[in-house]
């Protein structure tokens, strides 16, 4: 077992790759803490992990809400008494719109959730892992962290930030034994699409990122994710510190 004896965080832990990483990590002995804003899928992780055996603790809610961003790592110290694993992994599209046609309101909420999120998450965690002598922190990133023509710019714009915020929490807190890394997933089976329902997708964005995902080699499972996170969030990493690295059928090598 991988990471016996360790506990994380996973955020947006109902569906998708957050979903296959609390499977994953609970099944390689990890105690848990999961966020997502879904309580339905919430509940039903929770339920599935505790079936198997394992231990999981829900925290329902918007990781863009700072309290319940600090409140997921509260509970972890409350419960387990340290915090050795953050995956900030919720995430939401946006309607593929450019600069021209961005609304303050999309912008806005996607810079939160994807960006915000991690970050409060993040500055949470950090004193308690320097306390603990270590810990990993792995940001699910996007190949749109990467290039400009995957998705529309406030998304664009959130991936990129939470690519500053990686390398800089990796540097700075190195000698502490903290480790942060991003993982950049290419296109995935998962529920993202329901964040972008067709009626308010920007026709001339939708075409031009269109150019680009018409690219992709292959898509991925959301296992293929979780079985990097859990290589990232287990001791075999353990030298691998602020590495940005591509999970997506080689798309992001184009
Ligand atoms: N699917 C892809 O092709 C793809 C590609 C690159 C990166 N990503 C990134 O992967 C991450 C996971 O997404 P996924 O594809 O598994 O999507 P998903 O929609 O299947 O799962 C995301 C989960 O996060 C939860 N969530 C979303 N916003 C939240 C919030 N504000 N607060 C709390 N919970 C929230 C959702 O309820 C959902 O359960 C995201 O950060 C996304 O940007 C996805």
Redesign the pocket.
């Known amino acids: 077992m991988k990471l016996k004896g360790k506990n994380a965080i996973v ?10 990483m609390a499977n994953l990590f609970s099944s390689e002995g990890a105690k848990l803490i999961l ?4 309580q339905q ?2 509940d039903k992780v929770v339920s599935d992990i505790k079936a198997k055996g394992g231990e999981a603790i829900g925290i329902h ?5 700072k309290a ?1 961003a600090e409140s997921l790592v509260e509970k972890s110290i409350e419960a387990y008494g340290k915090l050795d694993i953050l995956c ?6 946006d309607y593929m719109q450019g600069i021209d046609e961005v609304t303050d309101e999309i912008w806005n909420k996607v810079l ?3 960006l915000f ?1 991690p970050m409060y998450a993040t500055r949470k965690a950090v004193p308690f892992m320097k306390k603990n002598k270590g810990g990993s922190i792995i940001n ?5 962290g990467l290039h400009g023509g ?1 998705a529309g710019v406030a ?1 664009t714009t959130s ?1 990129h930030g939470l690519i500053g915020l990686t390398r800089n929490t990796a540097w700075f807190y190195a000698k502490e034994g903290i480790r942060c890394n991003a993982i ?12 972008m329902p067709k009626d308010k997708l920007s026709a001339f964005g939708s075409q031009r990122a269109g150019v680009f995902g018409g690219i992709i080699p292959a ?2 499972q ?1 296992l293929d ?1 979780a079985n990097l996170a859990l290589f990232l969030a287990s001791d075999d990493s353990k030298n691998i510190n602020g590495a940005i690295i591509n999970a ?1 059928a080689g798309w992001g090598a184009a």
Do not use: H, Q
């Open positions: 955020t947006g832990a109902g569906s998708g790759m957050g979903l296959a966020g997502d804003w879904n899928r919430l809610g918007n990781i863009a809400d319940i900030n992994n919720a995430g939401i599209m939160e959730i994807n999120g699910t990133v996007s190949t749109a995957a998304y991936k950049c997933p290419g296109g995935t089976a998962t529920n993202i699409a329901d964040t898509f991925l959301p994710i997506d």
